[in-house]
């Protein structure tokens, strides 16, 4: 089980300095990395994601007044709103975890009658924000597993993610779908999580590259995305639109890719759904390939995701490509954009004897560039989800 990073140890003392008086506990939801299944999530297709060391803690305690107080070591700002306020009174980073505290509230009580309320909530997080590796979804998981804990009620954690993903599409307003809070709230230590997005079937797949000499490197390029943006609203609506004229319910359920892209006619929606379809495919693929103890031989399917996202869904970023093609030059066996695309990280899989070289080799592209440093990050083993750390 991972250990908390240093940066948390002091957030029970941090959080008693600021309010005066000792939280009831410390809840971390983790950030996630996703191995392969890149805009499958909304098109009800397959996700192969899994949870970094890395995440969100929340110190916090109860209180009965019906308000949400949130601060964060990260942000100067304090927001206190009300547990049953509407979307669009609160802005910023504290929209995710008021938003959280909301929905929550909302969904009303559980088996037991009991329901959640208001709490106070101090934040602290090692994730980079804006690196694609789902800092929003750990603030919203913290937030979720602290205040049912607190106010003693019982939701299961697939639904809890399914309450986040709501979150953050009523109260932040962004469209995502729900890969990053399955991955924060369902992933084991030592295995990324298979979600079938439609029937929401998880299953975990061992994922120790280490063992076979491998190491899968995780690159933050320093190239900042935002998911409230636009392009991935964008892309989205033009997945639904492919799927309303191919008359299915979800590009999931093309069955016949050569006959679905002869009836578009738009060559955007082609490449759209050429994408999404093959990508489902290349989950399968690496799944299949990682239980039968290949792991090295998923590297293909990484590049050829990264391709396809590259040139098919045209999501990837300069700074991405020049990291995934430099590690490819310089031996690694695969590599690929992560996220929702426009900025954030990529993933290398190389053998460990080569990671250096590869990294070398990154770097000096960059450099060469005059592009800001990457940031390699060191602890990226697949990691327990959310849980109470105290
Ligand atoms: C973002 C979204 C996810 C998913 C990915 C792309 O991370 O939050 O729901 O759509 O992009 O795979």
């Given at each position: 089980m991972p250990t908390p990073s240093p940066v948390h140890a002091g957030l029970a003392a941090a959080f008693a300095d600021a309010f005066g008086h000792a939280p009831e506990g410390v809840w971390r939801a983790p950030g996630r990395v996703n191995l392969i299944g890149e805009h499958t999530d909304y098109n009800e297709g397959l996700v192969l994601p899994f949870a970094l060391p890395l995440g969100v803690s929340a110190a916090a305690s109860?209180?009965?007044?019906?308000?949400?107080?949130?601060?964060?070591?990260?942000?100067?700002?304090?927001?206190?709103?009300?547990?049953s306020g509407t979307p669009?009174?609160?802005?910023?980073?504290?929209?995710?975890?008021?938003?959280?505290?909301?929905?929550?509230?909302?969904?009303?009580p559980d088996g037991h009658g009991r329901k959640v309320g208001g709490a106070t909530l101090l934040f602290d997080?090692?994730?980079?924000?804006?690196?694609?590796?789902?800092?929003?979804?750990?603030?919203?998981?913290?937030?979720?597993?602290?205040?049912c804990d607190l106010h003693g009620v019982e939701i299961a954690p697939a639904e809890l993610a399914r309450l986040a993903q709501r979150a953050e599409n009523e109260h932040v307003g962004v469209p995502s779908g729900i890969m990053d809070q399955s991955a924060s709230m369902l992933s084991s230590a030592g295995s990324a999580l298979l979600l079938d997005?439609?029937?929401?079937?998880?299953?975990?797949?061992?994922?120790?590259?280490?063992?076979?000499?491998?190491?899968?490197?995780?690159?933050?390029?320093?190239?900042?995305?935002?998911?409230?943006?636009?392009?991935?609203?964008?892309?989205?609506?033009?997945?639904?639109?492919?799927?309303?004229?191919?008359?299915?319910p979800a590009l999931r359920d093309i069955k016949d890719l050569p006959a679905a892209l002869a009836q578009l006619d738009e060559p955007v929606l082609r490449r759209r759904v050429q994408h999404v379809v093959t990508e489902n495919h290349r989950v399968e693929a690496t799944v299949g390939l990682l239980r039968a103890g290949a792991v090295a031989e998923i590297g293909g399917l990484l590049l050829a995701s990264h391709m396809s996202l590259r040139d098919q869904f045209e999501i990837s970023w300069p700074e991405a490509n020049v990291a995934v093609d430099e590690a490819v030059r310089a031996g690694a066996r695969g590599g690929r954009m992560v996220g929702g695309g426009f900025g954030g990280s990529v993933i290398v899989l190389t053998h460990t004897e080569r990671a250096d070289r590869v990294r070398d080799a990154i770097n000096a592209a960059y450099e060469s560039r005059s592009w800001t440093p990457p940031v390699f990050l060191t602890d990226t083993a697949p990691s327990q989800g959310a849980r109470r750390l105290s």
């Open positions: 109860r209180r009965d007044d019906g308000l949400v107080e949130v601060r964060s070591l990260q942000a100067d700002t304090a927001v206190t709103a009300s547990v669009g009174d609160v802005e910023g980073w504290a929209a995710y975890p008021v938003g959280m505290a909301r929905v929550l509230h909302e969904h009303g997080s090692d994730l980079p924000q804006g690196a694609g590796l789902s800092s929003s979804a750990a603030l919203e998981c913290a937030t979720a597993i602290a205040l997005c439609r029937t929401g079937l998880t299953s975990d797949v061992p994922f120790a590259p280490q063992d076979a000499g491998l190491t899968l490197m995780v690159i933050d390029t320093r190239a900042t995305h935002e998911l409230t943006g636009g392009e991935y609203g964008q892309r989205r609506a033009e997945c639904e639109r492919a799927a309303e004229i191919l008359g299915v």
